[in-house]
């Protein structure tokens, strides 16, 4: 029973489906032989020729390089344009993933990984009408994951909603963001982490350069992520240098944009994870880390986990340069583009986390297990555990699950879009609560459970049963793909803007409607308890 929530676990929170065939490449045409050119599978990017593939009904590009390999001097710094080629370029297999591996045994790492691996994935239409572009940005922690991965094969969601869909890859862990002192002198601006962050943003450059030669309309680009993508989507919202880069902006399980760190919590993180190398002591600290294997890092980077999210403190954070100040502070204030936006959550995010970190049995003495999972101080620990008593829960996992959704999801999501709304943006939100057929559906709708509806394909854990399942795939995908087109939706959706006199949330599941007393008022609550993460986030944004 352990193992089968184990795998559950890594589906959930982590989408581990098996990537698609990858491989080592030769060169152009593999096997050396001739090609056979099929009318719009050949196209001229600025990088050079690429050659893709004719699957149901679309022009497959995969493992298309958009960056240098960061090896060697390159590793640590921000990324660098791939200097291109002049023959055809065989898009045909996705390059590998980019060195990972997971803290726990719940699954195995990608089984093909590389430093090499900074690529771009296209699924494009035949016809010369120019498309809306989806750029899917993966989630996994920032430290699992790649944009190849089967369960992102976007031939259904492009097929459905008559768009361009891009997936890439980008650097994890150590290797995307790790942020020392040492590296400030070798960085113009004096900057230090955040390379995974850029690696996101030079892939936003090539589709702005080269999407139309696919079809794609480069003046129509929505970027949408979960979890940690969707934290990712968030800190381009953020970032100056990303503006004019896109047009519309989704955001699956981002926290309401909380997600990106302080200095002091990536950069006490890093030194953490140096001290566990043998280059502490080294009088060339870049050197040194940059002549240690993969292996060796990867082994660095297992720190204990911080919270119930399962993470220590890599990845985005604000650096001063790249990224000024938090991202929800910046739109606040009116500083981030005016582009619409779609944030929300699933029902029961946080159950996919406690599955295997708490005992279902667990005792009302066991609430101050909420202190360590939640990251409280003693004080908040005692003020939560006074507004949201056990009573009325079953055990601590359930009080854990429903609250711990609030505190890192809904309620977040809720005051990001009265911050936008009252910052004159067009936000809408939602929650999702579709729950798949079959052996999906044995946990609710979990962190990541989404995903598996946006791309419309089975796990390899069960799959879709049901006609329900189909009704949530074509709702999600014709309202994505509308806002992609419009950044809007038609009133056929019944998902009008979130606004201070009419705070419509959807509720995304089987006959679903508006919301009208979201998650039972608790998120009032807590933000009249002052207690939801924005605190660590330096923001003074009350309802």
């Known amino acids: 029973m352990k193992r089968f929530i184990s795998v559950m676990l890594c589906v959930f929170a982590l989408g581990c489906s098996p990537s698609d065939e990858t491989g080592d490449r030769v060169g152009p045409g593999l096997d050396g032989g001739e090609m056979t050119q099929e009318r719009g599978l050949r196209v001229e990017t600025n990088l050079g020729p ?71 994935n296209v699924w494009a239409h035949k016809d010369a009408e120019l498309k809306p572009v989806l750029v899917w940005v993966h989630g996994g922690g920032f430290l699992v994951g790649n944009g190849g991965r089967s369960m992102y094969d976007s031939a259904k969601l492009a097929n459905r909603g008559d768009v361009v869909v891009v997936t890439f890859n980008y650097r994890l862990g150590m290797l995307g963001f790790l942020a020392l002192d040492a590296f400030r002198s070798e960085n113009e601006a ?74 002091s ?74 582009v619409p936006m779609i944030i929300g959550s699933t029902a029961l995010e946080v159950a996919a986390f406690t599955l295997l970190r708490l005992v279902p049995a667990a005792t009302p003495e066991d609430y101050d297990a909420l202190r360590g999972l939640l990251s409280l101080s ?75 509806y946006i791309f419309g394909n089975e796990s390899e854990s069960g799959g879709f049963s049901t006609e329900l399942d189909e009704q949530g795939i074509a709702y999600l995908q014709d309202a994505w793909t509308q806002f992609a087109r419009n950044g809007a939706l038609d009133m056929a959706m019944n998902w009008p803007e979130f606004t201070d006199d009419n705070p419509s949330i959807r509720a995304i599941e089987p006959d679903g409607e508006l919301i009208d007393n979201f998650r039972g008022g608790r998120c009032e609550l807590l933000f009249e308890a002052g207690l939801l993460p924005q605190r660590a986030a330096q923001v003074d944004l009350m309802p």
Request: net charge negative; charged share 20%; hydrophobic share 40%.
């Open 190 to 263: 004096g900057a230090t982490g955040n390379y995974a962050i850029l690696d996101q943003r030079l892939a936003f450059e090539w589709v702005r350069d080269n999407i139309e030669a696919f079809g794609g309309d480069p003046n129509q680009v929505t970027i949408f992520g979960q979890s940690a993508g969707a934290i990712s989507v968030c800190t381009h919202l953020g970032m100056p240098g990303s503006d004019g880069l896109y047009h519309g902006a989704i955001i699956q399980s981002g926290t309401g944009c909380w997600g990106p760190w302080l200095p």
């Open 50 to 120: 690429v050659i893709g593939t004719d699957e149901n009904g679309l022009r497959v590009f995969r493992g298309m390089p958009y960056a240098q390999a960061p090896v060697g001097d390159l590793r640590f710094r921000p990324p660098v344009g791939h200097a291109g080629w002049d023959e055809d370029f065989v898009a045909d297999i996705h390059s590998a993933a980019c060195p990972q591996q997971l803290d726990n045994a719940i699954a195995p790492p990608e089984p093909n990984q590389s430093e090499d691996c900074l690529s771009i």
């Open 378 to 452: 003693d004080e908040d620990q005692a003020r939560l555990k006074e507004v949201f008593p056990l009573e009325g829960y079953a055990n601590v996992k359930e009080l854990i699950d429903e609250l711990g959704t609030d505190f890192y999801f809904s309620c977040p999501n809720l005051l990001m879009a009265r911050v936008g709304t009252r910052a004159g943006y067009s936000m809408r939100q939602y929650e999702f609560g579709y729950t798949p057929g079959g052996v999906l559906g044995v946990f609710g709708a979990l962190h990541s459970t989404d995903e598996f």
């Open 265 to 338: 919590q990536v950069e006490d993180d890093s030194r953490a994870y140096l001290e566990a190398t043998e280059c502490a002591e080294s009088d060339d600290v870049p050197a040194c880390l940059r002549a240690l294997s993969v292996d060796t890092l990867l082994e660095a980077q297992r720190l204990p986990a911080k919270n119930i999210l399962g993470q220590a403190n890599i990845g985005p954070y604000v650096d001063g340069v790249n990224l000024p100040a938090q991202p929800l502070q910046r739109l606040a204030a009116g500083a981030v583009p005016r």
